[in-house]
């Protein structure tokens, strides 16, 4: 199993950015997939979540209207487009992948981690 994030950079406050997921050799019933974000000396923190199935996604309150979490079902990919990004953004930015239950923004019902992706907003 893989999860491999990549996008990750600096950029100006105001900027955007977009992430990239790229999983392989999960299990077929692992199919919920979500974006995390860990910030220095902080926990870790849900950020979105998608069923690739039928597109349903759920959003901390924190990145609505400025994150948009999209997938590509043929590439077995999950994108996160972050806008508006601001310094309080910076973080690791962790992709996850999991079964069916669970909330999707909790990270101990996650199975699967990627190794993570840092954001840097200055």
């Known amino acids: 199993v893989q999860l491999v994030e990549s996008g990750g950079e600096s950029v100006q406050a105001g900027g955007s950015l977009t992430l990239s997921c790229a999983a392989s050799g999960l299990p077929a019933s692992t199919q919920y997939m979500a974006w995390f974000r860990q910030a220095p000396g902080k926990g870790r923190e849900g950020v979105v979540g998608?069923?690739?199935?039928?597109?349903?996604?759920y959003y901390a309150d924190s990145v609505k209207d400025r994150f948009t979490i999209s997938r590509d079902n043929a590439k077995r990919t999950v994108y996160l487009q972050m806008n508006s990004l601001k310094p309080e953004d910076i973080a690791m930015y962790y992709c996850a992948a999991k079964g069916p239950g669970g909330a999707y923004l909790e990270s101990h019902v996650y199975s699967y981690w990627g190794q993570g992706t840092q954001v840097t907003v200055s």
């Open positions: 998608i069923y690739p199935g039928t597109g349903t996604t």
